[in-house]
């Protein structure tokens, strides 16, 4: 079966001296893993597209029987020309990435994430200030998407008891306003160190709670320390 899907790419790496092996993110059927045949031929510019956080219109053969399947053409979509030397945008960029490859599992589609992700990316790639709105927006959007919608109010768990995310002087605002509205929204509301590290803090262990192997998001590491 032939399907054709927009996807975003979470990660790849090279299989043989000629291919590619991509895990991506369709908005049609959810996280799958593909092969590129032939991607790194002098030839040819495939493994340009496969780069993570690509987004990119795919072609490809599909088996179910199959745990990776073959890629049969690609293009763009949208490029990100803002991301590449701006490590603050990348380290933002490959930490939605990473959230949600180990938070999604195997073909099974959510059409909205897939959409609320690019939309992340495409404002990580057009903004300058306040990144990390758009961020916390994203981590609220995949708990509540997945299903596990915070409740601010709620902060005891079995054998957890969650920090206080209006411990800051702005969190609650934050918070709430991150909750009903998108990020633009919400650019008259100072962010201090405090909320900072309040909202981060409280997101970080809630995700970690609900979704078991966030322990060790290398991409997590490299943006507290790019935002040291």
Not at 28 to 36: H, L, N, R, T, Y
Request: with cysteine; hydrophobic share 40%.
């Amino acid at each position: 079966m032939i399907i054709q899907s927009q996807a975003v790419v979470l990660k790849s790496f090279s299989y043989s001296n000629t291919s590619i092996i991509a895990r991506c993110f369709t908005r049609e059927m959810g996280k799958i893993s593909v092969i590129v045949h032939g991607a790194k031929k002098k030839n040819q510019q495939k493994s340009a597209y496969f780069q993570p956080a690509s987004y990119v219109d795919l072609v490809f053969y599909f088996k179910e029987t199959r745990e990776i399947q073959t890629v049969s053409k690609t293009s763009f979509v949208q490029t990100w020309p803002h991301l590449q030397n701006d490590l603050k945008k990348i380290a933002y960029v490959l930490s939605v990435i990473e959230l949600t490859d180990k938070t999604v599992i195997d073909r099974d589609p959510h059409k909205e994430l897939f959409d609320e992700l690019v939309s992340a990316i495409r404002m990580f790639d057009s903004r300058d200030d306040r990144l990390n709105l758009v961020f916390w927006h994203f981590e609220l959007r995949l708990l509540s998407l997945l299903g596990f919608k915070p409740d601010f109010e709620k902060r005891s768990f079995s054998g957890l008891t969650l920090p206080n995310p209006f411990a800051g002087p702005n969190s609650r605002e934050l918070l709430n306003g991150l909750q009903n509205n998108a990020p633009e929204l919400l650019k008259d509301i100072p962010i201090t160190k405090k909320d900072r590290a309040v909202i981060s803090d409280y997101l970080t262990t809630y995700l970690k709670y609900h979704f078991d192997g966030l322990n060790k998001l290398k991409s997590f590491e490299v943006l507290k320390q790019v935002l040291v």
